[in-house]
């Protein structure tokens, strides 16, 4: 079984500010991390994601996330925010078996919307 | 422009009515989803398909009865539904049904269940 908790359902900050939005999982199984955008009127849009290797994860528009094990946590981080960063963003959990390969439902967080003043 | 297009973007209905969802995908993609996003609560996977076989029913109610027909077309068949029904029905696809697979989203239909 699978759960994904976001830290705050709104998140606000200045142009320029750093971004920190924070997501939590639980998985029995090693995961796979996603972070996921949808822009107003929009379905979603995939920023980045973890699968294996590398625990820092570099995606569109600036993004990255620290896939960290012993904190079971995925934050997404962007040094500084731009207007058009205002959205909705959510976290997506996957289990994998140890071939990686295996179907597992994608589990999204309660999402963060992101506000971005000038 | 996501390669999957959904129809209506908006719908209205009673809840004698009955209507369809579509989504159409361009990609060649074999996996089709249904997913519910409710405000405030976590996107809710509905219904998977892969190669036109359904591999998920989420203990979805029947007054929601999804079709597809092919791998690029995935309907949602809507009878009697309630109030709380109401939602942005969201589409997507992916490759297939690899763990590491990217899923791609249509811009959804938001439903009003009068």
């Known amino acids: 079984a699978q759960s994904v908790t976001q830290l705050g359902s709104h998140v606000s900050v200045s142009e320029g500010a750093l971004v920190l939005l924070r997501c939590n999982y639980s998985?029995?199984?090693?995961?796979?991390l996603f972070w996921y955008v949808q822009y107003p009127n929009q379905g979603l849009q995939l920023l980045l994601k973890?699968?294996?290797?590398?625990?820092l994860v570099k995606g569109i528009n600036g993004f990255e996330a620290e896939f960290k094990k012993s904190e079971t946590s995925f934050h997404l981080t962007k040094p500084s925010a731009h207007m058009s960063d205002a959205a909705e963003y959510f976290c997506a959990v996957r289990g994998a078996n140890a071939g990686g390969t295996s179907y597992g439902k994608l589990t999204f967080g309660q999402g963060t919307i992101l506000t971005v003043h000038p | 422009e996501t390669g999957v297009t959904q129809t209506p973007r908006h719908l209205v209905m009673g809840m004698t009515n009955k209507k369809s969802l579509k989504c159409e995908q361009h990609?060649?993609?074999?996996?089709m989803y249904w997913y519910k996003q409710s405000a405030k609560k976590p996107l809710e996977l509905m219904f998977v398909y892969n190669f036109k076989e359904q591999t998920e029913n989420n203990s979805v109610p029947s007054r929601f009865s999804p079709e597809c027909p092919n791998s690029s077309h995935l309907f949602l068949h809507l009878h009697t539904l309630q109030p709380e029904d109401s939602a942005l029905y969201l589409c997507a696809s992916s490759q297939d049904l690899q763990i590491n697979e990217k899923l791609f989203f249509g811009s959804g239909t938001q439903l009003s269940v009068l």
């Open positions: 998985s029995s199984v090693p995961p796979y």
């Open positions: 973890y699968t294996t290797g590398a625990t």
């Open positions: 990609l060649g993609h074999n996996a």
